[in-house]
């Protein structure tokens, strides 16, 4: 009973660090499925505190990924370089570097979320536990162009995702 006692006291301070992820308290802007062709690739959530967002100023706010299927962090990285190529951005090595360092492969139901604070700092998880953060506001607006910028190569998504329609 005792390790039982002792065991609970452990679990239940990382349940309330779970209950306080910075974006658990925001209103939901939209969601959208991913598919490519018939095969679902992910689910997106965005989430702000007002419920409204306003591209590249609203922070902070929160893009979530719930993955439908597995992927390494090299295909992760492989796919944000095809992204920013078509919205015509100039990648950085720190950039790529950067990822590389916060990004892990994904499994299937894995959840990862990007944090942006009121610095527009990108702060990373995965399934809510941190993975790191890149401090560079620059990087964070051409990484969330991905998903949210006029110029995204899924309009449909993204107007999901911010709660509006075509």
Not at 2 to 14: A, E, G, T, V
Not at 72 to 96: A, F, M, P, V, Y
Not at 123 to 130: A, I, Q
Request: proline fraction near 4%; hydrophobic fraction near 45%.
């Amino acid at each position: 009973m005792k390790k039982l006692s002792l065991l609970l006291c452990f679990l239940f301070p990382l349940n309330a660090l779970a209950d306080n992820l910075p974006w658990q308290k925001f209103e939901l802007v939209g969601q959208a499925e991913l598919r490519f062709f018939v095969w679902p690739v992910y689910e997106a959530r965005l989430y702000s505190d007002s419920g409204a967002y306003e591209f590249p100023h609203t922070a902070p706010f929160a893009l979530v990924l719930e993955y439908k299927r597995q992927f390494t962090k090299e295909q992760l990285i492989s796919e944000t370089q095809k992204q920013w190529q078509i919205l015509g951005i100039e990648q950085t090595r720190e950039w790529l570097e950067s990822l590389a360092r916060v990004l892990r492969d994904v499994e299937k139901s894995d959840v990862i979320t990007l944090y942006v604070d009121n610095k527009a700092n990108s702060v990373f998880y995965l399934n809510d536990t941190l993975l790191g953060s890149i401090n560079d506001p620059a990087f964070t607006e051409q990484f969330i162009a991905i998903w949210l910028s006029d110029k995204t190569s899924r309009p449909e998504f993204r107007a999901d995702l911010l709660g509006s329609s075509l």
